[in-house]
């Protein structure tokens, strides 16, 4: 029954010939696909003007509707099946480009049912976005068997105005849609150059490199009444190596045509002509070739059926599929070599058995051999060969066995995790069969001939789900608990092997889930050490996994093995994530001079000989020159058995990382005596690498990791003194109560926890060693005043300014009276007195002290001293703070003149200089400078520090606020939901970091007309910030204030009321009269009472 105007459907295949008259054979199938939003008839209509009818009296006659499927094409190919197939895109409709085409190819098989139908030459016609359901259909059918005869079947395809990399004015279609309530997951799609348009012709392009396809343009701009574009561009509508034809017509005309003597239409048909003449030909052969191929699985040799706890993974066995099943040229003359890599227990080998079974009736022979040793991987290759009748005694006579089958075959090697061994020897010749390699040496990739996996941690989603799994909580349960099981995914780095572990231990009674983690902190080589009684995993559990990778090391005589092992152990006493290998040449470096202080000469806060002498042999201590050779081999042989991954960031140092289970197997593993050498070790790189701890804010995680590592964090004092000695072997020194004996080991511990950001703990124990000091030195004794400023400053950072200010200004006075104008000791007392009375929110005083140093220094220091510059920048920042953001302004244009000249990009001075200096072009309304500045800082701290990085937020959140001041609203959002997002997951609720952060965003759903998310957000915050802080402070005011305006804007007008009431009232007796923020709450209510 063929389709009318009338009977036209809006989903499906709308057919206009059912093909050849009685008596004969229909040829071909002819199928167009229509374009984003379009009309299922009307879509393929042009409408011309009738001569015959014209009107004498000049206006226009009847109008024709040719729609050229039917009116063109069912004349010109009489033995063929025309259809167009409709689906529903428009406004309202939430749909994907998977799903159109997943669709889209069941209903062609649908129609395809009949014997003589399913393997008809197919013809297919995409305009705009039909041309990407075509592409996206045929991606999925090369990866889906159920489609083998329909994909094998297409003769041709012509595109008219494919998208293939975007279009400009689906930025406008987007922005309709969002104004209007529609779907916005095609628009997104059809954005230009969206790298998930250059996947999708990617792979479609590679799987379909024979096949005959042709692509037409626009040559002409769409007129939209009030502008014109180019809807889709000559370089997005084309494809490499492709014939391209353009089309004197815009992107709507594409697909339209006056009728058989149309000038484009004349361009279109010799190429549906030549693809319906050679289809039969050309599809018989694709077909005949499968059929040889698919005689069915003879032989399988697979040690085990699939584990049923499989989870994920859709996407890379998806990928290995569709490497697998290509065949066009450029793999015809080539072995097929797929190489999995990775970490141990990552699921390499459980990937395989899966892609074996799914694969299986493709090939006659599947073949598996267990590389993991020589003799295992001979055994199993002859086994593989005798399973089909044949005999061999070596290796070499099995693979030549395999390339001559006429047969297809598929070969999985697992576990080929010898660094040094050539696993070539172990690949058939020839192109008959397909190899899939699995190992944990990264190097093993370069084996590949249609791609390559690394594979890493699952993502959180699939680590929950097999992770309760295997604690066979039943599905209805998993709700109730998902919180719990994301703490346990995370904490053992939701590695595959892990979960399932974790899984087993809970359902076996060990525990209960939400008891896992403190089980795990308590027990950590206990339970990582449990392996299930059934269904165990190759090695039993997961640190029997990696030890299987360091009996490499241990196997072997080789330095590089030696100075592999060595450098794992000291990785192992710092942290799993991002190790500058700077450290090790800072290290070196500065042993040059340390190598000539003698033991005998050094205290307890000197570097000596020692010291030195701790460092590993990789490091050469006694070279002339630093030669990181050794180093950059044991690096390389970490990270080749995926033991380490490198990182390389933009204007950063090379980094290590670890994931974070085999780091704690790398400690675990070593006797207690290895791990003092290396925490020694470890420490003594770090002591020596850190100079300037400014410098070094990467090290940060990693001291505080040492420090955590043993009982007496002394890091920073190492040395051979009795003392020390004593300190390593009994670690038997309280920090409760510091003794005048222990007095300098209690100064360096005190140091190490502000370095570390434990300043609750620095406080207290510098507060015990003033008290020591005071009873026993004289009132100006250095030593004395030296731990009265550091005690000031553990009150800074404590938020507690007012009592660094009474230590600080007793300092100042005897450093004053005792010191000339230009001693150093007497600058820094009273540059830190400064920042107390800055932090204190005493302004000019602090200027007023802060004028004298910097003129001090800038008479005394050059230029680009740093404590010249840094004393310039904190000025800067009362300037600043008081209001004077033109003097501000005018001194940071400076220090960031000459930071810009002698510091790296990424360093932390440049960039906390560049961000004060935004900061004051923000206050002095140079929005515009302002927001460049920041944008640069943010862009270098995005790139060089951790997400959770203070730095990095505090510059997100400024920029933000100026996005937010500027009227760039959807800007300001996108960056606080970041920020928030961090700031919820890394600090306590109280934080006022994070309140000031929920705050802003609030306040930008607000600007932006979303006042109920704003309020959801700030009735959190005011909440907390009601049980936290008084009630006159300044940050609960202005909650409260904003809040009652999102109150107001969401219609709650009485809430608003009473809100801004409480505040005024506050404000009326806080502030004075005059005061910008009391007039604007009282501006606010006067509003909300008009409303009434």
């Avoid at 000291?570 to 290290?587: G, K, Q, V, Y």
């Avoid at 997002?981 to 306590?988: D, M």
Wanted: proline share 4%; hydrophobic share 40%; net charge negative.
């Amino acid at each position: 029954m063929t389709c009318t105007k009338e009977t036209v459907k809006a989903n499906g295949l709308n057919i206009w010939s059912t093909g050849a008259p009685p008596g004969s054979t229909t040829e071909v199938d002819i199928i167009g696909v229509q374009g984003l939003g379009s009309h299922p008839f009307f879509t393929w209509v042009k409408k011309v003007k009738d001569k015959n009818t014209q009107k004498h009296d000049g206006q226009n006659g009847l109008v024709e509707e040719v729609m050229w499927p039917r009116d063109l094409l069912v004349p010109s190919f009489k033995n063929a099946r025309i259809a167009t197939y409709a689906y529903k895109s428009g406004r309202g409709v939430r749909t994907t480009l998977r799903q159109c085409a997943e669709q889209f190819l069941n209903v062609l098989l649908q129609h395809r049912q009949k014997p003589d139908e399913r393997q008809r030459p197919i013809v297919l016609i995409g305009h705009s976005l039909g041309g990407l359901v075509i592409q996206q259909a045929l991606v999925i059918a090369a990866l889906d068997s159920e489609f083998r005869e329909l994909r094998l079947s297409v003769s041709g395809i012509i595109f008219l105005g494919a998208p293939f990399q975007g279009s400009s004015a689906a930025v406008l279609g987007k922005r309709l849609a969002q104004t209007i309530g529609g779907d916005l997951s095609l628009l997104e799609l059809l954005q230009e150059d969206n790298p998930d348009l250059y996947s999708l012709s990617k792979d479609f392009c590679t799987s379909y490199h024979d096949w005959d396809f042709v692509c037409f343009y626009e040559n002409t701009d769409a007129d939209f009444t009030l502008f014109k574009t180019r809807v889709v561009t000559a370089s997005s509508a084309t494809l490499i190596e492709r014939r391209m034809i353009f089309l004197d017509t815009d992107h709507s005309g594409l697909n339209k045509f006056t009728g058989k003597d149309d000038e484009n239409y004349a361009l279109v048909l010799p190429e549906i002509q030549r693809m319906v003449d050679n289809g039969p030909s050309i599809v018989a052969s694709r077909h005949q070739s499968k059929k040889s191929e698919a005689a069915g699985n003879k032989h399988w040799l697979v040690p085990r059926g699939v584990n049923k706890l499989f989870t994920g993974r859709s996407e890379i066995i998806d990928k290995i599929k569709g490497a697998i099943r290509n065949d066009s040229t450029q793999h015809a003359d080539k072995q097929k070599v797929f190489v999995i890599t990775g970490l141990g227990g990552m699921g390499k080998t459980e990937i395989c058995l899966q892609v074996a079974n799914i694969l299986r009736e493709e090939f006659w022979g599947v073949f598996w051999v267990d590389a993991d040793t020589k003799s295992t991987a001979k055994k199993d290759f002859i086994s593989a060969v005798a399973a089909f009748g044949s005999l061999a005694e070596s290796i070499d006579d099995a693979r030549q066995l395999l390339a001559n089958t006429k047969h297809r075959w598929l070969l999985i090697l697992d576990n080929a995790d010898d660094p040094e061994f050539d696993y070539q020897a172990y690949l058939p010749s020839g192109s008959r069969g397909v190899v899939i390699i699995t190992s944990r040496v990264s190097d093993c990739s370069q084996y590949s001939t249609i791609g390559s996996e690394v594979l890493t941690s699952l993502d959180i989603g699939l680590s929950k789900q097999l992770l309760l799994r295997a604690a066979s909580i039943t599905d209805e349960l998993w709700p109730s608990v998902d919180q719990q099981a994301e703490d346990v995914a995370k904490l053992i780095g939701s590695h595959t092997l892990a979960l399932i572990q974790a899984g087993a231990y809970v359902a076996k009674g060990y525990c209960q889930l939400d008891e896992y983690p403190e089980v795990y902190i308590k027990y950590r080589k206990r339970v990582l050490g449990y392996q299930p009684s059934q269904a165990r995993p190759r090695y039993g559990n997961v640190y029997a996994t990696f030890e299987a990778t360091a009996h490499f090391f241990e196997g072997s005589e080789s330095e590089d093995s030696k100075d592999a092992l060595r450098l794992l152990g000291i990785i192992s006493m710092l942290h799993s994530n991002a190790l500058p290998l700077r450290m090790f040449e800072d290290a070196w470096k500065r042993s040059r001079g340390v190598l000539e202080v003698s033991d005998t000469e050094a205290d307890t806060r000197t570097l000596c000989r020692w010291h030195a002498l701790q460092l590993p042999e990789f490091m050469e201590i006694e070279a002339d020159e630093w030669d990181p050779y050794r180093l950059n081999k044991a690096t390389d042989l970490l990270v080749s058995l995926s033991l380490v991954v490198r990182g390389n960031p933009a204007g950063g140092s090379p980094s290590l990382s670890m994931h974070p289970l085999a780091h704690a197997w790398a400690k675990d593993r070593q006797e207690l005596g290895q791990q003092h050498k290396a925490w020694i070790s470890a420490a003594c790189i770090v002591a020596l690498s850190i100079y300037d701890m400014d410098e070094h804010r990467d090290l940060l995680l990693h001291l505080r990791t040492l420090l955590n590592n043993i009982e007496v964090k002394t890091a920073s004092s190492l040395g051979p003194k009795p003392m020390m000695i004593y300190i390593f072997s009994a670690f038997a020194i309280t920090c409760n109560e510091p003794s005048m004996e222990y007095l300098e080991v209690y100064d360096l511990y005190a140091v190490n926890l502000l370095s570390t950001g434990d300043y609750k703990n620095a406080l207290e124990l510098y507060m015990q060693i003033v008290n020591l000091r005071e009873r026993v030195l004289p009132i100006a004794h250095p030593e004395k005043i030296a731990s009265q400023q550091w005690l000031a400053h553990a009150y800074v950072v404590n938020k507690q300014p007012e009592k660094a200010i009474e230590f600080l200004e007793q300092v100042v006075k005897i450093r004053e009276e005792t010191l000339p104008i230009t001693h150093r000791n007497r600058l820094i007392s009273q540059h830190e007195l400064a920042r107390a009375y800055l932090e204190n929110r005493q302004e000019e005083k602090a200027i007023e002290l802060l004028e004298q140093v910097v003129k001090v220094e800038e008479e005394t220091l050059p230029i680009t001293h740093r404590n010249r510059l840094i004393s310039q920048h904190v000025l800067a920042c009362a300037y600043l703070e008081n209001r004077q953001s033109e003097k501000a302004i005018e001194l940071l244009e400076q220090v960031v003149k000459i930071e810009e000249e002698t510091l790296p990009i990424a360093h932390p001075d440049l960039l906390a200089s560049q961000h004060v200096l935004a900061c004051a072009y923000l206050e002095n309304r140079q929005s515009e400078k302002g927001i460049e500045l920041l944008e640069q800082v943010v862009k270098i701290r995005e790139e060089t520090l951790p997400i959770a990085h203070p730095g990095r937020l505090a510059s997100q959140h400024v920029l933000a606020r100026a996005y937010l001041e500027n009227r760039q609203e959807e800007k300001a959002i996108e960056l606080l939901e970041q920020v928030v997002k961090v700031v919820e997951e890394t600090l306590p609720i109280t934080d006022p970091k994070r309140l000031a952060s929920q705050h802003e965003l609030a306040r930008a759903y607000l600007n932006n007309g979303q006042a109920e998310k704003a309020i959801e957000l700030l009735e959190q915050v005011v909440k907390i910030q009601e049980e936290t802080l008084p009630i006159t402070d300044p940050k609960r005011l202005a909650s409260q204030h904003v809040l009652a305006r999102a109150y107001y804007a969401n219609g709650q007008v009485e809430a608003a009321i009473d809100l801004m009431e409480q505040v005024v009232k506050i404000k009326e007796e806080a502030l004075p009269v005059t005061h910008t923020e009391r007039l604007a709450s009282e501006n606010e209510l006067a509003r909300f009472k008009k409303a009434i």
